[in-house]
């Protein structure tokens, strides 16, 4: 991702702070605004659940967009008074929100703040980590947004229903759709294919979603020890390229409606979740208009 996209002279990064925090389910007591913010530029309430009581936390957000220029947030000059700003607006907890990296004596200075009991608690967003959280939580309006060069070539995840759906290996439950913007050809489907009672068909008994290796390898010993036979597989890498998710899709209707193939339930189950799933990243993400008309068309009869 490329920060500088967003302005360094504009009220945008403030502004991509509030929208990104509200994603992440904080609710934003103090937006940002123009003229003196007195040492904030946002007040974030956390809501946390306890087994026997729950209350609010309120982060005190500090943004700084050094992404021109590279320089990381320096305590005496960019991030002064940090404890008496905190006091000022009663928060609990700092939150820096940064588009470089805070320097090692803010890294410091937060700590001891933390160890002394002076503040509750203190979190950094860096670059890095709201990057990871854009790409893997499905925030791609917030990245379409406000990095549109970006979001181009990376095609982020974005929930086409109302929660992401990961593909989870079933052997150790990594989650092999996010990963697939960290590494290539890592993560594989396989189907076990067995004899139907019916002379010329083939039952796709199972299907499993494995990272290449150690889990498919057994995987593959488990279901040849059930079944005696082999596993057909596919690379999630392909899968998730539009034409080869395209053909895939072609070949499995292709093969359903001759009669080829008979799946079990289980089996189908399992395809459904696949297709959903990689079409989060395969699609493109709907503009306001279209989330409004699908909003109408799920409310009327199929």
Not at 66 to 91: H, T, W, Y
Request: glycine share 6%; net charge neutral; with cysteine.
């Amino acid at each position: 991702m490329d920060f500088t996209e967003i302005r360094y002279d504009s009220d945008d990064w403030e502004l991509f702070a509030r929208d990104f925090l509200s994603e992440l389910g904080f609710t934003i007591e103090s937006p940002p605004d123009r003229g003196p913010d007195q040492g904030k530029d946002l007040l974030a309430l956390e809501s946390v659940v306890g087994k026997l009581h729950s209350y609010t936390f309120r982060w005190l957000v500090s943004c700084k967009h050094f992404a021109q220029s590279g320089k990381a947030v320096n305590e005496s000059k960019d991030e002064p008074n940090i404890l008496e700003r905190m006091r000022a607006f009663r928060a609990d907890g700092f939150l820096g929100f940064y588009s470089t990296l805070p320097s090692s004596g803010l890294n410091t200075r937060l700590c001891a703040l933390r160890s002394g009991g002076d503040i509750r608690d203190y979190q950094i967003f860096d670059h890095r980590l709201i990057e990871e959280h854009l790409l893997r939580l499905g925030f791609s309006r917030i990245l379409c947004r406000y990095f549109p060069k970006s979001s181009k070539t990376i095609r982020p995840l974005h929930k086409l229903i109302s929660e992401y759906l990961p593909i989870a290996c079933d052997v150790c439950g990594k989650d092999l759709l996010e990963a697939l913007y960290r590494e290539n050809y890592k993560g594989l489907v396989a189907q076990v294919h067995i004899p139907d009672e019916q002379p010329g068909i083939e039952r796709v008994e199972e299907i499993y979603f494995a990272c290449k290796g150690k889990c498919d390898k057994q995987l593959q010993k488990l279901y040849w020890q059930k079944y005696k036979t082999s596993c057909g597989w596919k690379d999630l890498s392909d899968l998730a390229m539009p034409t080869e998710f395209l053909r895939w899709i072609m070949a499995t209707l292709n093969r359903l409606r001759s009669g080829e193939y008979r799946y079990t339930d289980s089996a189908f189950d399992k395809e459904k979740h696949l297709i959903l799933a990689l079409s989060q990243k395969v699609f493109r993400e709907m503009t306001e208009r279209e989330r409004e008309r699908v909003a109408l068309l799920v409310s009327l009869p199929f």
